[in-house]
C-alpha cells in the first residue's frame, strides 16, 4: 500500500514538472514523442485482385510505382483481407476484431442503405445499419496517441449520418459514404449524391482516384511537422469501369457493372500513377524514412474483370480468389528491402501493427497479430488459424485456414458444398480432398467459430 501512494504521488509529480518544462521549452517534449512515431499511410484498393500488379504476375498492366515500391520493401504473398466484400474488411479493419461482432456488416451495404441479408436488413429497418462508431479503435487511439488522422474516398460503413466518419473520430474527411460512384459525376448509380466533405455533402469536378489524391496531399503538407495517419481509400479499380480519360463516356445504371478489360487496365495504371505522386509526395515533404507505407486491397477482384495469379474464384467467395489479396509495405531502415513475406496475415493484422509502432493504447480484445512487428524482429513463419464468413441472401460463404489446409463451406438455401485443400501443394484448389482425414476436425473448428464469433448488437 506505501509502495502504491508513492508511486501515485511521484507520478503526479512527474506529470508537473513535465508542464511546467513544456511549458518553457515548447515543443521540446512534442519533437521527441513524434521522433518515435512513424507517420502512417495506408493505401487501400477496392477489388484489386491478386495477380493485378505486375509484381504479382498481371500480363498486361505496367505498375513500375508498385512494383518498386515492392523492391523497396516487404511483397506479401499470402495475405487475405478479412472480408469477401468491401464492408465487412472495413469494418475488420477500423474496430481491430472479426466483422461478425459488429453486426450486420457480413457484406456490402447495398446502394441507397440497403440490408442485404437477415440482420442487415432488421438494422436497415431500424435505420442503424453501419459500423457504431463506439466499436472503432482506429481512427480514435490513434488520435490519442497524439497522431492527426485523415480519410480521403471510400468509406461503406453506413449512410446514416450518425456513421459519418467525422463522428468516429477522423479529423479530414473526404469521400464517399457508399459503395461506388461515377468517376466523373461522383454518384452512386445516375441519381444518388454520397460525395461529403466531413459531414457536409460537396460538389467537385475530376476524376475520382486524383481527387483523393490531390487531397491526401495537402493533408500530408498540412500536417508535415506532426505524427499522421493517413487512410487512402481508393475506389479504384471497382466498377463503373471508367479510365481518367472517358469522360464522355456513357455510364447508366443499365450498364454501371458491365465489364470493359481494357478500361480495367487503364485503371490499373492510373491508380499506379497516384500511388507515385503520393509517394512523390511524401518524399517532396522530406517524410519519406520516417513513414510507414502500406498498399494492398479490401477483397479479391470481380469476376471477368480482375487477374486472379492463377487463383479460384473471386470477390464474393471465399476461394483464394475471393480472399488472398495484394500488400506491400514499406518501412526504410526498420525492414529490409526486397522482403518477400510468405506469412499467412489478414487485415485486421494491420489494426493492431499500426497501434503498436505509434505507441498507441493496444485493447486486449483485438484478435489480429502484429504483422510489422513480426518483421522487424525478423522473426520465423509461423502457423495461424484464419476464419471467414460473408453473408448475402441466401448464400453464405466460410472457410477456415489452419496450417497449410483450408476447409471451405458454401451454403445456398439449404443445399450446401464443402471442399478440402491443402494450399501449400494446392493453392489454386483445384483438388477437394474433402473426403481425407483433416475434414471432420477442420469443420468442427469453422462450427465452434461460428458459435463464438457473434454480434454484439
Not at 518477400?340 to 480484445?365: H, I, R
Not at 441472401?393 to 477456415?400: D, E, H, L, R
Not at 497449410?404 to 471442399?419: A, C, M, T
Given at each position: ?321 475471393g480472399i488472398r489479396v495484394p500488400m506491400i509495405l514499406r518501412w526504410p531502415k526498420k525492414i529490409a528491402a ?120
Open positions: 500500500m506505501l509502495h502504491s501512494s508513492y508511486c501515485s504521488r511521484y507520478l503526479n509529480f512527474d506529470v508537473v514538472i513535465h508542464a511546467i518544462l513544456a511549458g518553457v521549452f515548447g515543443f521540446a517534449f512534442v519533437s521527441v514523442a513524434s521522433a518515435n512515431q512513424p507517420n502512417i499511410v495506408f493505401i487501400l484498393a477496392d477489388d484489386l485482385g491478386y495477380g493485378d500488379l505486375g509484381c504479382y504476375g498481371h500480363p498486361v498492366a505496367k505498375t513500375p510505382i508498385l512494383d518498386q515500391l515492392a523492391k523497396e520493401g516487404v511483397r506479401f504473398t499470402q495475405h487475405y483481407s478479412n472480408g469477401t466484400e468491401c464492408s465487412p474488411t472495413r469494418t475488420a479493419f477500423l474496430t481491430g476484431r472479426y466483422q461478425q461482432r459488429a453486426g450486420g456488416m457480413e457484406c456490402a451495404i447495398g446502394t441507397g442503405n440497403v440490408g442485404r441479408y437477415d440482420d442487415a436488413i432488421r438494422l436497415a429497418d431500424q435505420r442503424d445499419l453501419g459500423l457504431p462508431a463506439d466499436q472503432t479503435v482506429i481512427p480514435g487511439n490513434l488520435k490519442r496517441a497524439g497522431y492527426v488522422c485523415g480519410l480521403f474516398g471510400k468509406w461503406h460503413l453506413g449512410y446514416e449520418p450518425k456513421f459519418n466518419p467525422t463522428n468516429h473520430g477522423w479529423d479530414s474527411f473526404f469521400g464517399y459514404t457508399g459503395g461506388n460512384v461515377h468517376y466523373f459525376n461522383h454518384r452512386e448509380t445516375s441519381d444518388l449524391h454520397v460525395l461529403f466533405r466531413g459531414r457536409l455533402p460537396v460538389y467537385r469536378d475530376g476524376y475520382m482516384t486524383h481527387l483523393i489524391t490531390d487531397d491526401s496531399l495537402s493533408f500530408i503538407e498540412a500536417n508535415r511537422d506532426k505524427p499522421f495517419f493517413l487512410y487512402v481509400a481508393h475506389e479504384c479499380p471497382h466498377f463503373p469501369y471508367q479510365g481518367p480519360g472517358d469522360v464522355d463516356k456513357d455510364i447508366n445504371d443499365k450498364n454501371w457493372m458491365k465489364i470493359d478489360t481494357d478500361t480495367y487496365v487503364d485503371m490499373l495504371e492510373d491508380l499506379d500513377s497516384e500511388v507515385g505522386r503520393l509517394l512523390d509526395g511524401i518524399d517532396a515533404a522530406g517524410l519519406s524514412e520516417k513513414t510507414i507505407v502500406v498498399f494492398a486491397s479490401d477483397n479479391g477482384g470481380f469476376a471477368g474483370a480482375a487477374h486472379m495469379g492463377g487463383l479460384r474464384g473471386a470477390k464474393g467467395t471465399t476461394h483464394e480468389g526486397g522482403t518477400v513475406c510468405d506469412q499467412p496475415c489478414m487485415t485486421f493484422d494491420l489494426t493492431k501493427s499500426f497501434l503498436q509502432v505509434a505507441n498507441a493504447d493496444v485493447p486486449n480484445a483485438l484478435e489480429g497479430d502484429d504483422i510489422i512487428g513480426h518483421l522487424v524482429a525478423e522473426k520465423q513463419n509461423y502457423k495461424r488459424t484464419l476464419f471467414w464468413r460473408g453473408k448475402r441472401g441466401q448464400k453464405v460463404w466460410s472457410a477456415v485456414r489452419d496450417g497449410d489446409k483450408k476447409f471451405l463451406r458454401q451454403r445456398v438455401g439449404e443445399e450446401q458444398h464443402e471442399f478440402l485443400f491443402d494450399l501449400a501443394n494446392d493453392p489454386g484448389e483445384q483438388t477437394n480432398l474433402i473426403d481425407g482425414d483433416n475434414a471432420a476436425a477442420l469443420s468442427s473448428l469453422l462450427d465452434q467459430w461460428e458459435q463464438d464469433c457473434r454480434s454484439i448488437r
